[in-house]
């Protein structure tokens, strides 16, 4: 069994920060590449960042210059500095992760539950 759990979401006024993380846990014998998807009301899931095992990281245009993925490879955690929030970034925010369980098993996609996040006045 593998399972990601997020965390940090919460209510913020625009302009402030907020940092979510997402752990993996479970049988792993490596991790690609994780990111982070958002999903607001009514609309479709979209790509917000990703990063792969080496650090190289691809951001959502919408968020460029305001959010920074991270991960710790020996916690096997990623992380989501987000800053000057605005309201269209209220969403579900869920991380995913592509695991190999074994040496000769296949990469498989796994998503955390989500973590909502709302930024309002």
């Known amino acids: 069994q593998v399972q990601l759990v997020e965390s940090g979401g919460g209510l913020v006024q625009p302009g402030w920060s907020l940092r979510l993380s997402c752990a993996a846990s479970g049988t792993i014998f490596s991790i690609n590449a994780m990111g982070w998807y958002r999903q607001a009301p009514g609309k479709q899931r979209e790509l917000v960042a990703t990063?792969?095992?080496?650090?190289?990281?691809n951001y959502a245009d919408s968020v460029k210059g305001r959010f920074t993925i991270s991960r710790d490879n020996a916690k096997n955690t990623v992380y989501l500095e987000m800053n000057s929030l605005k309201p269209e970034d209220t969403a579900v925010y869920y991380c995913?992760?592509?695991?190999?369980?074994?040496?000769?098993?296949?990469?498989?996609?796994?998503w955390g539950q989500g973590t909502q996040v709302t930024v309002s006045s």
């Open positions: 995913n992760a592509g695991i190999r369980r074994s040496y000769s098993g296949y990469t498989g996609s796994y």
């Open positions: 990063i792969t095992s080496g650090g190289v990281t």
